[in-house]
């Protein structure tokens, strides 16, 4: 990288983009580089993390768990005592209200980091590494998990640290937002790595393919052909189809899921959700009949993984809120897995607390246990369904890999597979396509809407994306932080 020049890599998922990022920052010179990884997760990674650890605030030690004031007065205490004796105090003193007023952080000062939302927590993480004052800001996958406003806002952040002086390297799977100081691009596929293409070059679809054949098409009017064309719309027919065929459950000896037309599969009744002095839903009234499909909207942190937490039964607080499930009142006297055997997951939280190296086969097939790992012996049988949906997910080949060693894009297909692995009556996807590159988001939409489409199938999801909406979608509950929710649809 010249001075002036800020670069974003792009490539599909486990083309090698990550790894050359890695190595990149590893041999800089800079002494001043700051690199953050939001690879579908948090951008941070704990051992000590659990599925249900962010809504269980009870046990939240303050003497292990810092709040956002305290984790940023450290680094601005450690600024300050640098730059007082060069005399730019105030000059650092103007950069952290500045970050902080950008990023929102203000009212989230006194909040622990564990309780925040996967967005909050991405604002979070940028602004403590650009009070670090980088030359160099390295960002794998940066706009992921941001609703539209914050994408706009942080483009709008990125060209002004260019003007600042600050170099910039994005890594992406998609450019949904090319910011307008972007200098160059490189091409990573298959471990092969391009050299640097002018902007104007790769945005008109000019640059020359990896392997040096002759490129097979030409670029379309605002969609560069960087790369591969999308599958063709005959094979989403057979994947369609394949699904469609999959044997349908016997449902009559299902005691604790409803019969009838009309069937209400969530109701919320006036459910309100409170962390101390934080209010994330108020009051909030809402019915989920069998056969809809629901997307969840709302800025970060309006409560749209916390509501889903309550109707998963992973939030301690949703046995305290008026909730039904499958026409049954939480708290009934039903068991966790009475609840959890009809429901398929996948959300941000599952992904940061799947640190497990185990195959990823047997990801997969924790999905029928309902647990995180695998401690129940699958037999051949249940094996083989998993192997099915991996190969659904274009993902079988992968089966016997360590899921750590996965880039994050084929470990986002292995918990999709697991959450479609047992055939459940409401899919429950929170963010599914984070961090996918264009053909896979495709492919996942495709099966999301050949599987909801069978009998007795209902669907709630949450995309910041509205191009990541399925077409099946019928409904949209708005929420929105410190006003009631709308349903727009």
Partial sequence: MEEGENVIVIGDNASGKSVLVDRFVLKCP???????????????????????????????DPEFNPTVRQSLQRLMDANLAVNTASGDASQTRSWAERVLDFFQLRPLLDEYLISLSSGELRRFHLAKALLRHPALLVIDNPFIGLDASTREMLSTLLEELAGRGIQLMLVMSRLDVIPACITHFIRVKDGLCSPKIPRSTFLTGLCPPLNGSQSSGTATAGKPSHQDAIAPSSTWKALQERIQALPLKDLSQESFYPSGPGAEIVRCNAVTIRYGSRTILCGLDWVVREGEKWIVSGENGSGKSTLLSCVCADNPQSYACDIELFSHRRGGGESIWDIKRHIGYVSPEMHRAYQKNIPAEDIVASGLFDTVGLYHHATPEQMALCHEWMDIFGILPLAGRPFLKLSSGEQRLCLLARA??????????????????????????????????????????????????????????????????????
């Avoid at 001043?32 to 000590?48: K, L, N």
Wanted: one cysteine or more; aromatic letters at 10%.
């Fill in 30 to 60: 800079y002494e001043r580089v700051q690199s953050i990884a939001f690879r579908d997760t948090y951008g941070v990674s704990d051992s000590s993390y659990y599925l249900q650890k962010r809504w269980n605030q009870i046990e939240i």
């Fill in 420 to 489: 479609f692995v047992k055939d459940p009556e409401l899919p429950i996807l929170d963010e599914p396509l984070h961090g996918l590159d264009e053909e896979r988001s495709e492919m996942a939409k495709v099966i999301i809407d050949a599987f909801v489409a069978r009998p007795h199938k209902t669907l709630v999801m949450i995309s910041h994306y509205t191009s990541e909406y399925p077409s099946c979608i019928q409904h949209e509950l708005h929420l929105r932080k410190d006003a009631p929710a709308l349903i727009l649809r």
